[in-house]
């Protein structure tokens, strides 16, 4: 096990399903764009439109946030992404994907400007002394 597959968790679980989870009803609807109060910082105030979802997608124009089932489960509750997707699948009855692999993911060294010489670094390349006249 080295880690939760979260594209897994967001295509088992729709972004309606985590809005019912959460208490969201939206205030106004076309199509499939919905609007209403935003359930992260709880802004209820009577015709608040504040929050949009469309589709699987969600956006709070007061927070300047936004994203997936994930995201929104996460900043509702406090909670990691990592915690937020078990907990979605746990509630859901999803059993959790995990993704196969070599764990954790380690950044590589950035590659230096080669200096002339072949080689990835050090001292800069030696000037003979005729090439100074």
């Known amino acids: ?7 897994a968790v967001r295509e088992a679980v729709p972004l309606a399903q985590v809005l019912g989870l959460v208490g969201w009803s939206p205030s106004w609807v076309k199509g499939q764009a919905r609007r209403g109060w935003c359930p992260i910082h709880s802004a209820r105030p009577h015709g608040s439109r504040i929050f949009a979802v469309d589709g699987n997608r969600w956006y709070c124009h007061q927070c300047k946030r936004g994203g997936d089932c994930i995201d929104l489960y996460a900043a509702c509750k406090g909670l990691s992404l990592f915690r937020a997707a078990a907990e979605l699948c746990e509630m859901t009855g999803h059993p959790t994907p995990y993704r196969e692999g070599g764990g954790l993911f380690v950044r590589r060294p950035r590659n230096r400007k080669r200096n ?3 080689d990835a670094g050090g001292a800069p390349p030696q000037s003979s002394p005729e090439a100074s006249r």
Do not use: E, L, N, V
């Not at 096990?1 to 594209?7: A, K, L, P, V």
């Open 116 to 118: 002339g010489r072949g």
């Open 1 to 7: 096990m080295s880690g939760i597959d979260f594209q």
